[in-house]
């Protein structure tokens, strides 16, 4: 009997990743049962089996479980939205993001936005007037609330269009506590250090920090946390649950977690849910992954819909 089976409660943290990383077929299940949920992909090469292992060991601790094919036994009896696999999930997601994060697309997104909406001002039916944003794999929230500031200064700069408009933004995630924490909408002093004097102004409030119970935090103004819709949407369940088609999404830096074919497959389900004339933005290092004749590039890992 191994010592994590006989002393779960002694084992040091270190230990108990040297005994997980010999169970290579237990960690192999894990990977296939992470691919089977959530699209990720994490091909059997020792640097995976390590980063499987070292994030969910401390689950598997607090489980009481000894073995990664008793966690995985159970995770296979229980359905995707069970709590159990969401901890899962969540522990396998790598979820790094920041305000502003590759500003080119921000600058390229100021510069477009007055002409698509007076283009889209111009036009007629019940999405006229409307924007509808999408940002597909929003983490914590940062990427969202970096895009609804920079359209609201685009309608504060425009008096005459900010009370025309309807925006409708939506941020998804697959996992429920990085959704949970962006729909909180407070960030540390650390989080927050690249904005500007203007923007923390005039878009945030000061907060206590839930972690450290410090000061130097800041929250999400009201109103502009009440104009996001969090959802949990899993990129690889098809087709996408939406009636109307989005003007903007954002979907950056995910792709590079799947492989081609689901790359692809997310892609053209993309063409379903943009409207002709919007804009599908990957992240800087995800311009490879488009290969679909429904996008012309604009700008680097920006894309339009044609049609
Ligand atoms: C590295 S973060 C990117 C955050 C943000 N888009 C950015 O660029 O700063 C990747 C996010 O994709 C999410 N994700 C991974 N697989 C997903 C799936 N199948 N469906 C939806 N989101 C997924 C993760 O939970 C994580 O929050």
């Known amino acids: 009997m191994s010592r994590i089976a006989r002393d779960l409660g002694t084992v040091t943290g270190n230990e108990l990743i040297r005994e997980l990383l010999e169970d290579e077929a237990g960690i192999d299940g894990l990977c296939q049962h992470l691919y089977f949920l959530t699209g990720i992909s994490l091909p059997p090469i020792a640097k ?58 921000f ?21 006229a007037q409307e924007l509808r944003v999408w940002c597909a794999a929003a983490s914590t929230g940062q990427e969202p609330f ?29 996992d ?3 959704l949970e924490r962006a729909s909180r909408g407070i960030y540390s002093a650390h989080e927050t250090q690249g904005l500007s004097d203007d923007v923390r102004e005039r878009f945030f409030l000061p907060a206590i920090d839930p972690v450290t119970g410090g000061e130097g935090a800041v929250r999400i103004h009201p109103e502009l946390l009440s104009k996001i819709a969090f959802a949990r949407i899993n990129l690889v369940s098809m087709p996408y649950p939406f009636q109307h088609p989005f003007d903007i999404v954002f979907l950056r830096n995910v792709l590079i977690y799947f492989d081609p074919n689901t790359v692809a497959r997310i892609i053209e389900q993309m063409a ?13 290092s995800e311009s490879g992954c488009m290969k679909s004749p429904h996008f012309k590039p604009l700008a680097h890992a920006v894309y339009q819909r044609v049609g």
């Open 48 to 105: 995976n089996r390590h980063l499987v292992v070292s994030r969910l060991s401390s689950v598997l601790r607090k489980q009481r479980l000894t073995s990664l094919r008793a966690y995985l036994k159970m995770l296979k009896m229980r359905p995707p939205e069970d709590p159990l696999s969401s901890e899962f999930i969540s522990a396998l997601t790598t979820n790094t993001t920041q305000f502003f994060r590759e500003p080119a697309h």
């Open 107 to 127: 600058d390229f997104l100021s510069g477009v936005l007055p002409d698509y909406l007076a283009a889209k001002s111009g036009g007629y039916g019940p999405d």
């Open 146 to 174: 970096s895009m609804l500031i920079l359209v609201q200064n685009e309608l504060q700069r425009q008096a005459a269009l900010r009370r025309a408009w309807r925006l409708k933004f939506l941020a998804s995630d697959i």
């Open 176 to 178: 429920e506590a990085v």
């Open 272 to 284: 379903h849910v943009i409207r002709p004339g919007g804009l599908l933005f990957l992240g800087h």
